[in-house]
């Protein structure tokens, strides 16, 4: 009788057993994967933390770099340009020399163009007209010095190296060249006379 007691004791200490070790290891369980998502969640925010810091670092010492690049290539080029300007500091005097006559000349001879131009054509400075537009100059050849065949002359000056004309310059000379020019009396009373007559025809239209 004693022994089926004993029996059954055990039987049941061993279901208890059993459950304990079942309730027991899945603690275990979930305590050791709670274990493990906090390891995985510390590692993710250190690898996060350690890529701000290095990203931060990062902007920090590039800013610096290149701060400190572009200084040296602004002193490399300053440099330079110094080491240049002294080599050629006696070349651009000269250029700036040469620029201030060649500006200057080129007002001379603006100013003075009938004067030299008188002298080349052999034309009395007082018989120059100045158009500018679409031709510099008229010369009267020989028109104060009772010359019985006097000339006409049409005259454009080129200040700079070129002497290309403009397309109205090349009409000018096409025309002068093929002979179309003419020499014509007006009266200003009959201009006068002409107006006032389209005026009085267009009174009577409207009438």
Do not use: C
Not at 56 to 84: F, G
Not at 119 to 136: E, I, T
């Amino acid at each position: 009788m004693l022994g089926g007691i004993f029996a059954g004791i055990s039987f049941i200490l061993l279901i208890v057993l059993i459950v304990v070790i079942t309730y027991y290891s899945r603690k275990v369980s979930q305590l050791n994967k709670k274990i493990t998502e906090a390891q995985l969640n510390s590692q993710q925010q250190a690898q996060q933390i350690a890529q701000q810091m290095y990203q931060t670092w990062v902007n920090q010492h590039s800013q610096q770099l290149r701060q400190q690049l572009e200084q040296s290539i602004k002193q490399q080029y300053e440099a330079q340009l110094e080491m240049w300007k002294q080599q050629n500091e006696q070349m651009i005097r000269k250029d700036a020399i040469t620029r201030s006559v060649n500006t200057l000349l080129g007002r001379i001879g603006e100013e003075f163009a009938p004067l030299l131009l008188a002298d080349k054509y052999q034309v009395n400075p007082k018989d120059f007209r100045h158009l500018g537009s679409p031709v510099d100059y008229i010369a009267f050849k020989g028109l104060s010095d009772d010359n019985v065949d006097p000339e006409v002359i049409f005259i454009e000056v080129k200040s700079g190296k070129s002497t290309s004309l403009t397309e109205r310059e090349r009409k000018v000379r096409g025309a002068i060249r093929n002979g179309k020019v003419r020499y014509e009396v007006v009266s200003l009373n009959d201009l006068i006379g002409e107006v006032q007559k389209k005026i009085n025809e267009e009174i009577n239209k409207l009438g």
